[in-house]
């Protein structure tokens, strides 16, 4: 079902393309998603949220499973392997790994029970280690020693960010590990995630990593296409904003599998940290950003606007120092940063809530869904800040949570579509009755001589042009007065266009002057049209003629018009002095055209 969907996307995409290529406007995306409507929204948010949850609760219990949490002690110089093993009274269960002393360090594992003649592997989170060795005591007392050093660490690197080290198999089952670390900090822990797998057990979580980071690497890509497609029909600037948020997606995807130190071996480790740091602070922005240019101004207020202002440079500013004072002040850097995330989450509630306001359902049901990601920044703050302890799932949730994030964005971009589909729809229909208000002439309902005049201009073909003047119309008015003698133009005007052929434009241009334009040669000739005219049954009774002046010519500019205009209006005259309803008829133009 989810395939389908992200399948669906690049659809979409295609006919986004296949439409710009071909020079169709961006109403016609509009249109493709005017279509949809909140249940569509509704059931997406439930798709994701489904998702996510299966997720959130096969994956981290998976990866936590075998976990053990070592004891610690500070190393001494004079300290060595095998005095250390007996040394269990020196170790430290309770003390917290975060915050301990830089420098070299000893932890021990607890007792452990595993099969002698077994192949395992020891795993633990990558940090700022510049130095570990691991020393495996097995049943028969033999010790043997493993680890890497800060240049061979890469090597050492497996999918999911996490250092590997296989333990030598013998005869004799290990039974306790023990490890020697240099850190430079201890910001994340010194040996935060420690656990002993067999390779049949390393090999599933290394496929079922792989296949979690393949469909994110995935979807992204989709999305990263779609919105590209849709953002060059469209030139919206959240849909460019959502881009960035994507790619830094996948980039953190990149970097925080493994990927980026596994493919480039040579790069410095702590590149991944520092990499990975910067990622997730771009991310953070540009979620932000995202918000304020989605949402309207009732939404997201001014004053939201300056609060995510503040959290933007803040962001900024944290990320940047990160980078560049990191390993050495880490552990403060990292509760500054932690303390501003907690200003970004207090944006959320501020948003859902006016959101609620509008009663407005898709735009709630997305700031809901917009800011559930951002709160489970709070898991990221409270292992930033020691409150509890994130092992292993820490990169797994910030990857879920940038994951739904982007799919929560896409859903809501599709929904603000569908909605601009319904208020172009609206505007247009405005922007028609303006325009149908501005070209027809108040009183009779007639095109109106700008309108008349934009219509006629420019026809190719020889047009047959009769302008009509109601006798004595100044003396109707005196007659009946202004209000009646406008209904008399009025019942005048409807017949006149009652009679009028179908393809004749009928205007008046003024007072009691009307016209009529049809091709030539004309279905009804100007005597017919004058004969049909005085049949019409006129207000109050009155008796009502009207005299006709015509010309034949081409229109196909401004000047021609004149000259046409012109020829009609002297023969309108002539018709007049013979004593008016007459018809008369000028010289046709269609050589002086």
Known sequence: MFGSGVSGIGYFAANIVKRHRFGYKADM?????????GVFLVRTLV????????????????????????????????????????ATGRFDCRVRQRGFPSGAAWLLSPPLRLRPGQPYVVRFTSNWSVDVRLFIRYADGAIREVGFTHDEAPRYMGVGGRYVLRVP????????????????????????????????????????LCIVYALCAGIALALIVGHLALYVALRARFILIYVGMVV????????????????YPALDIHLRQQAATLLFGSGTILVLLFGRSFFPLTIFTPRLRRMSDAAIAALSLS???TLLLSPNAATMLDDIDGCLYILVI???????????????RGMTLFAAAWGLPILLVGFRTMVSLGLMRGSNIY?????????????????????????????????????MAARMLADIDPLTGLLNRRAFLARAIGRETDQLLILIDIDHFKAINDQVGHDSGDEVLCH?????????PANALVARLGGEEFALLMPAPAAMSPPAIHKALRSVRMPFDLTVTCSLGACTGPMVSERAWQAMYRAADRALYDAKAAGRNRVRIGVPLVAAA
Do not use: Y
């Open 29 to 37: 995306v509009l249109a493709s998603i005017k279509r949809l409507d």
């Open 47 to 86: 798709l994701i949220a489904a998702l996510a949850t299966t997720i959130g609760l096969i994956l981290p219990g998976r990866a936590d499973s075998g976990q053990f949490r070592p004891c610690i002690v500070a190393a001494q110089p004079s300290d060595d392997a095998p005095a250390m093993f007996d």
């Open 169 to 208: 198999v013998r005869n004799a089952a290990p039974v306790r590990l023990l490890w020697r670390v240099r850190q430079l900090t201890t910001v994340r822990g010194v040996m935060p995630g420690a656990e002993v797998l067999d390779l049949t057990t390393l090999q599933q979580r290394t496929l079922a």
């Open 248 to 263: 830094v997606l996948l980039a953190f995807l990149f970097v925080s599998s493994g990927a980026m130190t596994i493919l």
């Open 319 to 321: 990320t940047i120092a």
């Open 346 to 360: 207090a944006i959320v509630p501020a948003v859902f809530l006016r959101a609620s306001a509008r009663r407005e």
């Open 395 to 431: 990169d797994l949730v910030t990857i879920g949570m940038m994951t739904i994030e982007v799919l929560v964005a896409a859903v809501g971009i599709v929904w603000r579509i569908h909605r601009l589909g319904f208020e172009r729809d609206e505007a247009r229909a405005r922007e």
């Open 492 to 500: 005048f005007a409807q017949g006149l266009r009652t009679v009028a």
